[in-house]
């Protein structure tokens, strides 16, 4: 009997430690598509340019709720000639619990949540591409752990900087 007890207890504790993440809502904050140079650039040889730029932002809805906004911009040339521009907002809501230290809830807002939003945008970016006519356009897994690594490290060294500055 002592035992189910303290199993219970562990399971209940286990459920706390899971509780502290949950998504409440991923949506589409913003879709644009662009192709300014439509046809002429239908009639060009397909020897494309594509470059490729993520940001990611949150805000606090609430205590311990966050909306977080992942936003992917495609824009693809041909010779000199944008053949397409597409820009993806993809959104989502987060339950972060209170008990989570500030430098986890940083890395969970700026590397986890983009992580669960990135396949959401990659598809969208992949549809829209396609449903254009253009060659289809698989977008490469993104690694936001290590770039979360360098922001917070670039962060570090500005404010070395600024001390040092100010001595």
């Given at each position: 009997?002592?035992?189910?007890?303290?199993?219970?207890g562990?399971?209940?504790?286990?459920?706390q430690?899971q509780?502290?993440f949950?998504?409440?809502?991923i949506?589409?904050k913003?879709?644009?598509?662009?192709t300014?140079n439509?046809?002429s650039?239908?009639?060009?040889?397909?020897?494309?340019?594509?470059?490729?730029?993520?940001?990611?932002?949150?805000?606090?809805?609430?205590?311990?709720?966050?909306e977080?906004?992942?936003?992917?911009?495609a824009t693809?040339?041909v010779?000199?000639?944008?053949?397409f521009?597409?820009?993806?907002?993809?959104?989502?809501?987060?339950?972060?619990?209170?008990?989570?230290?500030?430098?986890?809830l940083?890395?969970?807002?700026g590397?986890?949540?983009?992580?669960?939003?990135f396949?959401?945008?990659?598809?969208?970016?992949?549809?829209l591409?396609?449903?254009?006519?253009?060659?289809?356009?698989?977008?490469a897994?993104?690694?936001?752990?290590?770039?979360f690594?360098?922001?917070?490290?670039?962060?570090?060294?500005?404010?070395?900087?600024?001390?040092t500055?100010?001595?």
């Amino acid at each position: 009997m002592a035992e189910e007890q303290q199993a219970n207890g562990a399971a209940a504790e286990n459920q706390q430690q899971q509780a502290q993440f949950a998504i409440q809502r991923i949506y589409a904050k913003d879709i644009s598509f662009e192709t300014p140079n439509s046809p002429s650039v239908f009639r060009k040889e397909w020897k494309p340019d594509l470059k490729l730029d993520l940001n990611v932002k949150h805000e606090k809805i609430e205590d311990g709720v966050y909306e977080v906004v992942l936003t992917l911009t495609a824009t693809n040339k041909v010779e000199d000639d944008v053949a397409f521009l597409c820009e993806v907002h993809q959104a989502g809501i987060f339950s972060i619990g209170e008990e989570v230290q500030e430098g986890q809830l940083a890395h969970m807002l700026g590397s986890f949540c983009p992580n669960i939003l990135f396949p959401y945008a990659r598809e969208c970016v992949a549809s829209l591409v396609n449903r254009a006519t253009f060659p289809q356009l698989n977008l490469a897994p993104v690694n936001f752990d290590a770039i979360f690594a360098r922001h917070m490290q670039q962060q570090a060294e500005q404010a070395q900087g600024q001390q040092t500055a100010d001595a």
